[in-house]
């Protein structure tokens, strides 16, 4: 026997809200929707602190990290130009230095 239960998440007056289809004691579920369920949790917890969608804040973090790249990009492709590098070591090094930085 399965028992599918869709279960709503929000947030309401700061607050996550669950709401189930019917009283429930217990709650099982594969690991797929788990994630899913965790996602969402996530998500609306968030609105519910900030009063605001997570993306806003990750596109603001975003930004603020592609302009430190691209200057610290420029400083070192102009150095190494500067010293002769060829094309290749430029670009090799150029990953190395953003990797480093976003890791």
Known sequence: MTDDMLIAI???????VFTFPHAT???ICDAE????IAEQIARSSYRAHYGRDWTEQ???ITEQLRTRL???ALIVVR???EQGKKPEYIARHLVDVIL???A
Do not use: D
Not at 10 to 16: H, I
Not at 33 to 36: G, S, Y
């Open 79 to 81: 150095t190494l130009m």
């Open 25 to 27: 004691n217990e709650f």
């Open 70 to 72: 691209q200057a610290r």
């Open 58 to 60: 990750r596109s603001a």
């Open 10 to 16: 929000g947030e309401r007056n700061g607050k996550v």
């Open 33 to 36: 929707n788990a994630r899913q």
């Open 100 to 102: 480093t930085e976003i």
